[in-house]
């Protein structure tokens, strides 16, 4: 095999974590292979974030435009073009795919194209040559996981990576898992107009959701027209006469769910197959890669990130990793932090949570305080004419401590980026609630649920 140049680094993955990585190495002024076997980017801007939020957008646009004229503005009644939607999707793809690429060039990372495998701690196989390295990050990410039952190979039956290549719409979609995918997918194709059934085993939807939204939220979608049946186990899929059908038990006994179309949506699996972790010796955690806080595996100097190593599967994460990890790959020492982990379910309307949930302070035994804002008492979100939900924030009692913040409304996603500082920084309700917050803005909703927790939310009565 051919030998070429000497590295300080070398990435195995191009996602979120290893592109990053990347970028943060050479900033370090290493010397830095990439080994990517698709496109830059990996699932998150090719197959997962990016473009289901180019979809979620679209969405938004078709919902303003069927609602306008309560905004006193007429407009003839819109329709769906899916395959101009699906187009406009694979442009903003592409345009972020070339931007990642064009980062590397100005970083002087030598992307290398093909399956990378792990020779050694000090060597990393890609298309017929060997790469010669002082360190090496694993960062191959995930691939939607399986269930063992039967008609899941069925045409007509398709996984998150399948369905973002549609290029029509599905009358009728059944969703088995009412996950954070599933219910983003059936956000999405819902307000398209394709008859959604979500069919998830636990007894409720969006598991790692605060119960009180994840509660709210499924009576939002049910009066959206989404089907959801919980404590509902899948069995198999089997071609019925017209369409697929979905078997599924539930307490009431066996039924089933008609569709033209079936997404698999149970979870990601970390994906290492071959990768040549087991020649070399690298020890796993199921099918992950086990790394410690510092991102390091059994081996010196091979470190690994990202979903491949199985935890906070979330493409923030994988870059706080692949910071962290090329960082401590190049002399420094430091921890991957996971105080404090944002979520976000882009759905409509939006989750996005920080910290702990009012469940998980009770389990905890940590004694606090539960304060909540709507969104009906904000100006803003009446002025966009989004005024459903709230802010539930979960304070330390006595000290005040932020420990938690779940909110579900208009731009959630982004509201919480502020909460994520206050629990990180251990900053209290009274920091929050005596911070001028800019009005008519959103994140008022945030320092008012603050508020909340001391005298009392100014714009509306105790919740
Ligand atoms: P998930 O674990 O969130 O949800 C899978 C759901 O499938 C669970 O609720 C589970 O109970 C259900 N399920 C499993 N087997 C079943 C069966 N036989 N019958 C019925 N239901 C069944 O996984 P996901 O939604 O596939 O997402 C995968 C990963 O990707 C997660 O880590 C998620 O956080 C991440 N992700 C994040 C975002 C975001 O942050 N916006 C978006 C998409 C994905």
């Given amino acids: ?37 698709d496109r830059l980017g990996g699932t998150c801007l090719n197959r997962g974030c990016i473009p289901t939020k180019a979809l979620a957008k679209a969405v938004e646009v078709l919902a303003e435009a069927k609602h306008a004229a309560e905004y006193g503005v ?35 990372i030598d ?8 020779v050694s701690p000090a060597r990393v196989a890609v298309v017929g040559q060997e790469l010669k390295t002082k360190k090496v990050v694993l960062a191959t990410g995930s691939v939607p996981a399986r269930i063992p039952v039967p008609g899941l190979d069925l045409p007509g039956v398709v996984t998150s990576d399948d369905i973002l290549n ?20 059936a956000s999405i194709f819902g307000a398209l107009g394709t008859k959604i059934t979500v069919v998830e085993m636990l007894p409720a939807i969006l598991p790692p959701c605060d119960e009180e939204l994840a509660r709210r939220y499924h009576q939002m979608a049910r009066s959206q027209g989404i089907d ?25 006994g066996e039924s089933v769910a008609p569709a033209q179309m079936v997404l698999v949506a149970v979870g990601r699996s970390p994906y290492t197959e071959g990768l040549g972790l087991a020649e070399v010796g690298v020890t796993m955690n199921r099918r992950a890669i ?37 960082e401590n790959a190049l002399g420094r020492r430091r921890k991957a932090d996971y105080s404090a982990v944002p979520g976000c379910i882009f759905t409509n309307p939006e989750i996005a949570d920080v910290g702990l949930s009012e469940k998980e302070a009770k389990d905890k035994g940590i004694p606090h305080k539960v304060s909540k804002f709507p969104f ?12 459903q939900g709230l802010v539930k924030m979960i304070c330390e009692e006595g000290s005040g401590k932020v420990l938690g913040v779940h909110i579900l409304g208009p731009r959630a996603t982004d509201l919480i980026a502020e909460a994520a500082l206050a629990v990180r920084l251990g900053v209290t309700a009274k920091d929050l609630a005596h911070t001028i917050h800019a009005h008519p803005t959103l994140p008022e909703t ?13 714009h509306v009565r105790r919740m």
């Fill in 446 to 458: 945030v320092m008012e649920a603050a508020m909340a927790q001391l005298d009392g939310a100014i």
């Fill in 111 to 118: 992307v290398y194209k093909g399956a990378g495998r792990l």
């Fill in 228 to 252: 959801i049946n919980v404590s509902a186990k899948v069995k198999g899929v089997r071609q019925g006469q017209d369409s697929l059908e979905v078997v599924f038990d539930t307490a009431k």
């Fill in 166 to 185: 549609l290029t029509e719409l599905p009358k009728s979609l059944v969703i088995i898992g009412g996950g954070v995918i599933g219910m983003e997918f």
């Fill in 290 to 326: 086990a790394a410690n806080e510092h991102l390091e595996t059994n081996l010196p100097g091979v470190y690994a990130i990202g979903d491949a190593i199985g935890g906070i599967m979330l493409a923030h994460v994988a870059s706080h990793e692949g910071e962290v990890a090329v």
């Fill in 74 to 108: 007429k407009v003839s009644s819109p329709t769906v073009d899916f395959r101009k939607m699906m187009e406009r999707k694979n442009t903003v793809v592409n345009n972020l795919v070339s931007g990642i690429e064009g980062l590397m060039k100005a970083g002087a």
């Fill in 376 to 387: 009906s008492a904000s100006g803003r979100a009446q002025t966009m004419g989004e005024a």
């Fill in 1 to 37: 095999m051919a030998e070429t140049k000497e590295y300080d680094i070398t990435i195995i993955g191009g996602g979120p974590g290893g592109y990053v990585g990347a970028i943060r190495a050479s900033q370090l002024g290493a010397r830095v292979a990439l080994v990517e076997k």
